[in-house]
Nanobody, 122 residues
Framework: QVQLVESGGGLVQAGGSLSLSCAAS???????????MGWYRQAPGKQRELVAS???????DYGDSVKGRFTISRDNAMNTVHLQMNSLKPEDTAVYYC?????????????WGRGTQVTVSS
């Protein structure tokens, strides 16, 4: 099974920048089965939402609220995904979760990291 460990996050003022990183580990089969890696976030009282996702072939997708401000990058060789967040707004405050979509002979579905807090002060 894939394990995801996030790093980064913290407290920043509105207009500032933060970066998040996520490293994946696991068996060769599970790592090779990661068809996409990305980030979701969940603010208090709200549903978890897509922030950004990157497939193995380089296709990327962003949530509407972060387009033009956030950039996702993926290093397939290192099994890592990064999220550069610029022009942060108070409404970006949330717990950010690293996510992987995995398809193997024994598992098909999402794998989640434990989450990292991002707080943007006004």
């Amino acid at each position: 099974q894939v394990q995801l460990v996030e790093s980064g996050g913290g407290l920043v003022q509105a207009g500032g920048s933060l970066s998040l990183s996520c490293a994946a580990s696991g068996s060769n089969a599970s790592i090779n089965g990661m068809v996409a890696m990305g980030w979701y976030r969940q603010a208090p009282g709200k549903q978890r939402e897509l922030v950004a996702s990157s497939t193995r072939d380089g296709s990327v997708d962003y949530g509407d609220s972060v387009k033009g401000r956030f950039t996702i990058s993926r290093d397939n060789a290192m099994n890592t995904v990064h999220l550069q967040m610029n022009s942060l707004k108070p409404e970006d405050t949330a717990v950010y979760y690293c996510n992987a979509r995995v398809y193997t002979s024994t598992y098909a579905g999402h794998v989640w990291g434990r989450g990292t807090q991002v707080t943007v002060s006004s």
